[in-house]
């Protein structure tokens, strides 16, 4: 497996549908473009960390699509092993001598309160920015380096825990359909270059176009 793409939400039919959990909706998104369907984690074969996702594979290009269904600030407990067990082709010798992940080869995909509704962005690296799933991926991993999008919901008027937990009006879904799929269609551009800058350059251009 050479790339794992996290899209990041709360498990339950109770969130779907939800701001927090967009990132759960570019995955099905870019797996339903691809063909492939969402799996159970004991259908991984050979993993033995804990079973708190589902996946979907893509043979071309290859890449391993997880949705952590442990609540969102545990999504680290579930990104490290993955990433230690499955991206073979992602490891390279440490200086010790032992094997050293390279972050640059997973993309995390998640909702972003400081973007307006709609609006898409896509970063090579950068801080967790307050979200609580992207601390627990980065103090899991011991690294923020890895590319992501960030799929905005709006700034709450209230309270924040709140807002997340909140679907969206009728006239923010449409937006977001459409930023789902513009995102997904940045992850697969991801996925097939393998370069991050030419994918951020190629898209943010395309989307800044389209807003004139």
Same mark, same amino acid.
């Given at each position: ?58 043979? +071309? %290009?290859?890449? =391993? !699509? *997880? ?8 999504? /680290?407990? &579930? ?22 992940? +390279? %972050?640059?080869? =997973? !993309? *995390? ?8 509704? /709609?609006? &898409? ?92």
């Amino acid at each position: 497996m050479t790339r794992i793409v996290v899209g990041l939400g709360n498990p339950g039919a109770e969130y779907t549908g939800t701001r927090h959990n967009v990132g759960f909706e570019v995955l099905e998104r870019l797996a339903q473009h691809e063909g492939e369907l969402f799996r159970k984690a004991a259908a991984l074969d050979g993993f033995r960390g804990p079973k708190s996702f589902t996946w979907a594979r893509l043979e +071309d %290009p290859d890449a =391993l !699509l *997880v949705k952590p269904t442990t609540f969102m600030n545990r999504s /680290g407990d &579930v990104v490290e092993p993955l990433t230690r067990h499955l991206v073979s082709s992602a490891w390279s010798p440490g200086a010790d001598g032992t094997e050293a992940f +390279d %972050p640059a080869r =997973l !993309l *995390v995909v998640y909702d972003d309160m400081d973007l307006d509704v /709609g609006i &898409v962005r896509i970063r090579p690296l950068g801080g967790h920015g307050g979200h609580n799933g992207m601390r627990s991926i980065h103090t899991s991993l011991g690294s923020n380096e890895h590319p992501r999008v960030r799929v905005g919901i709006g700034r709450p008027r209230t309270d924040a825990a709140r807002h997340v937990l909140e679907p969206f009006s009728e006239k923010e879904r449409v937006e977001i359909d459409i930023s789902v799929m513009e995102a997904s269609e940045a992850i697969l551009d991801w996925l097939l270059s393998g370069d991050i800058e030419k994918c951020m350059t190629r898209f943010h251009s395309r989307w800044s176009r389209d807003s004139e």
